[in-house]
């Protein structure tokens, strides 16, 4: 019963993170934004969490559960139309596509410091990281290309840091642009390192 009490009451944490979050963004997060929306004092967090990052964490690996799945989905939808790089090029559409639908947990996972990531979740932060994710994929192409390893090692950094970088200078408004645009910028940058360009020009 204690078990099944904690997690109860863990899940009211995490959900009034996000709830917090989804209202007022990153910069809304505190212990006691977070305890009030619980319906709880901000002293109780610190009875199921070491300190109020390791409950952000916790919410963090929700999120990349989400869109680790989100991306599995369409992963299932897309290679019944498309396979190879034109299915890489489209996951690499639909990531970014999932962010510019949520921008406060974007801003969460990648521009709010919450500390180093606890030991106890390092090896789902692994399986859940987009570059596993995608290197899972660029090695199923790899497979019938001329790729080496070593080729889709570079091009799933290069990859995801081009897509991250889009992202940012979208969100901070450094480089107004409509949603529209920025997804097909991330389609020409990746067709052009996935080699698509000159394939259809060849």
Known sequence: MKAIQKQRTQRFFMDAVKTVLEKHG???LSARTVGKAAGYSYATIYNYYRDFNHLLWHVSLEYRDELAQHLQEHYQLLKQRCAGRELLLEMFTAHAAFFLERPHIYTFLFAHPIGEVPAELR???????????????LGQVERGSSWT????????????????GLLVLYFSGKRP??????LNQVRRNAGFVLGLSEKKEG
Do not use: C, F, K, Y
Request: hydrophobic fraction near 60%; charged fraction near 20%.
């Open 26 to 28: 990153p910069e809304g």
């Open 123 to 137: 090896e789902r932060m692994a399986d859940t990281s987009l570059r596993a994710i995608l290197w899972e994929h």
């Open 177 to 182: 642009m409509a949603a529209a645009d920025l």
């Open 149 to 164: 390893a070593a080729d889709v090692q570079v091009m799933a950094d290069v990859l995801v840091t081009m897509v991250h």
